[in-house]
């Protein structure tokens, strides 16, 4: 019944692991139910009904990857692509929310409609092994990045763009005890190390005044005052030809990335191809289509199940939990939300360090090979962008090939989308 419903195999997996998996990815990151109305609610939105439509739209998209593509990935509305609708889409160019929502809504009809014509998955196929190999890595040092900057280990600087912040103040320092704790931990093979680490890390923040205890049990916010709350009038413009163009941009390479990086981590690429990708990527599109009517913004694949897949998640089951934690999270918001970065940092951090071992697959002294990997791998977190980094990497691999005589290796799907991420940057 498990294997039926899930994916889930008794002769390979385990329920407990697969449990603590799913909890593991749903405790970092729970985070973007306070950060996606943080953000949004600067556009006029109103905060608590972002809120509950961010945590029902992540457990609808969630239930389908584990009951459908029965993998062990999670999904909610995505950081970036909610800082594009607010501070570009709204703030920069004056839109209002309701003109936002109604772009996103278009953007999860074409995702739909894209998945149906095998087209994201045949975009998946044609991206080279050993880009696939770089991505996974470049994902890696990215989502360390972030753990490090929520922390507050890594600060902006005016000067060198990011330094060193004040690792002794009280945030920086739990994490890098955290890191500690985990890492001895995971070195003494003990079992749920990364999850444990969470919650000891939370706990010795209370008395360090880091964690912030906000309470335990809430009812969830009425989403009515952003249900359905469409603008049609625009539909026909260039700016919403243009913001749509760019949200399905966005979310299709983020969502490419995270799931070829995060497979091939897991070892669950078969012949360099996700499993079900089709169903993983209806699971995206579907939740961005129902986020849009909940309001919310654009549904994406988290980079962050790749701390679940650490902990030994393979199947949907590990999916299925991270959807019972989101329906929990309704009801028990404030407890959730008391969760600090410091607390999940060092399990960003050492997630990035587990996701860097596919680098041994690449062959680095094969110069057409390494290179566009190596561009794909350190464009991702400077770039702070997993998209950029698979669109530069491509687009120097198919011309470094081209130019040195390798023909053999591009295929036509590989010139076509070269040209057409080169005519991004151009116009």
Do not use: H
């Not at 008794?10 to 950060?35: C, D, H, N, Q, W």
């Not at 584990?66 to 990935?73: D, G, R």
């Not at 309470?215 to 749509?244: C, E, N, R």
């Not at 990086?261 to 169903?279: C, E, F, H, L, Y």
């Amino acid at each position: 019944m498990w294997k039926r419903l899930l994916g889930f195999d008794p002769a390979t997996m385990k329920v407990r692991t697969e449990i603590l998996a799913g909890i593991t990815t749903f405790l970092t990151m729970s985070y973007i139910l306070a950060v996606n109305p943080a953000i949004l609610s600067l556009t006029g939105m109103d905060k608590g009904a972002v809120f509950t439509a961010t945590a029902v739209s992540s457990i609808i998209a969630t239930l389908i990857m584990a009951l459908w593509a029965k993998l062990p990935f999670a999904l909610a509305p995505g950081m970036g692509l909610n800082a594009f609708f607010a501070f570009t889409v709204c703030l920069g160019m004056g839109n209002s929310w309701e003109f936002a929502l109604t772009a996103v809504l278009i953007e999860g009809i074409l995702f739909i409609l894209l998945t149906l014509s095998n087209l994201r998955e045949a975009i998946v196929n044609a991206i080279p092994m050993s880009l696939k190999n770089a991505i996974g890595a470049g994902i890696g040092l990215f989502i360390a990045f972030i753990g490090l900057q929520n922390a507050g280990i890594i600060t902006s600087n005016d000067s060198t763009l990011v330094s060193l912040g004040n690792i002794t103040s009280s945030s920086p320092l739990l994490a890098l005890i955290g890191i500690v704790i985990v890492s001895v931990l995971l070195i003494r093979k003990v079992k749920g190390a990364l999850l444990i680490g969470i919650l000891v890390t939370t706990l010795i923040g209370i008395p360090m005044g880091v964690t912030n205890y906000r309470g335990i049990l809430d009812w969830p916010p009425s989403v009515a005052p952003t249900f359905f709350k469409f603008d049609f009038s625009g539909i026909f413009t260039p700016q919403m030809g243009l913001t749509v163009f760019t949200l399905l941009f966005l979310d299709m390479f983020d969502t490419i990335g995270t799931l070829v990086g995060v497979s091939t981590r897991a070892g669950m690429m078969k012949d360099g191809k996700i499993p079900n990708a089709k169903q993983a990527f209806m699971a995206d599109a579907v939740g961005t289509t129902l986020g849009a009517m909940l309001g919310t913004s654009t549904v994406s694949t988290y980079v962050e199940s790749s701390s679940g897949v650490a902990q030994g998640g393979r199947s949907g089951m590990t999916a299925l939990t991270v959807a019972a934690g989101f329906i929990i999270a309704l009801l028990f918001s404030p407890l959730f939300l008391s969760i600090p970065g410091a607390a999940t940092c060092p399990v960003l951090v050492l997630v990035g360090l587990f996701m860097l071992s596919p680098i041994k697959d690449i062959d680095l002294d094969d110069y057409s090979e390494s290179i566009p990997s190596f561009i794909c791998i350190i464009t991702i977190p400077m770039a702070y962008s997993i998209s950029d980094g698979i669109v530069l990497g491509l687009i120097s691999y198919v011309l470094i090939n081209l130019l040195c005589g390798k023909r053999k290796k591009l295929t036509l799907p590989m010139y076509i989308m070269a040209l057409l991420f080169t005519l991004k940057y151009i116009l």
